[in-house]
C-alpha cells in the first residue's frame, strides 16, 4: 500500500514540473525570438538610413530665368536676378549666395531671397553706383540641404549695363530757353546803354563843325 502511495506522489509531482518546464521554454523562446526580430529590425533601420544617406549625392541644378539669355543688355536703374533651383533636398535660406563681378575683379557676394517653391531672387537696386557701358559677369552657388550638402553651380551669365538717363521734359526746355532769352536780352540792354552816349557825342560834334 505505502509503495502504491509513493508511486502516485511520485506521478502527482512530475506532471507539475513537466507543465512547468515546458512552460518556461516557451517563454524563453518566445523571448529569444523577439529580441531577435528587434536586432533585426534595428540593423535594417540603420542600414536603411545609411541608405538614404548615400543616395543624395546630387548637387543643386541652378537655371536662370532673368536675365533668360545670356549677354543680356540692362537699361534700368534696378533689375532683380532670378533663379530656379530644383533638388530633392532644397537650399535653405543663407544657402544661396548670387556672385558679380567684371573682367578685372571680383564686386560681391549677396545672399539670394527665397520667392516660394524653386524660385530664389536678388534685387539689385544700386546699379547706377556701378560703371555704365560696361559688360559684367554673374553665377549663382547653391548648397542643398542633405547631410551631405551637395554644392552646385550655374552657369556664368554675361550682362551689359547701358542705363539711359531720363531726357528733360518740356517744361524743362521752356524754361532754359525763357532763361536764356532773358539773359541774351539783358546784355543787349546794357550794351546799348554804353553805347548810345558815345554814339550820340559823335553824332553832335559832326553837326557843331556843319555850323
Known sequence: ????????????????????TLFLAIISF???????NLNENQNNYFNNEDLLIAQDTTAPIIIFLQPLVNNTIIKPTTYTIKANISDDNPPLYG???????????????????????NLWSFKWDNISSYSNLDVYIIQVWAKDSSPDENQGKSNEF???????????????????????????????????????PKSLRKKRGKELKVF
Open 95 to 117: 544657402n544661396v549666395t548670387l556672385q558679380m563681378s567684371n573682367h578685372t575683379a571680383f564686386l560681391f557676394n549677396v545672399t539670394m531671397e527665397y520667392d516660394g517653391e
Open 1 to 20: 500500500m505505502k509503495r502504491v502511495l509513493k508511486k502516485n506522489n511520485k506521478r502527482n509531482l512530475l506532471k507539475p514540473i513537466i507543465f512547468i
Open 158 to 196: 554675361y550682362i551689359y549695363l547701358s542705363i539711359i538717363t531720363d531726357a528733360p521734359g518740356i517744361l524743362t526746355i521752356l524754361l532754359y530757353v525763357f532763361a536764356v532769352s532773358i539773359i541774351f536780352a539783358g546784355v543787349i540792354v546794357c550794351l546799348n546803354k554804353k553805347l548810345m
Open 30 to 36: 518566445q523571448i529569444f525570438n523577439y529580441l531577435g
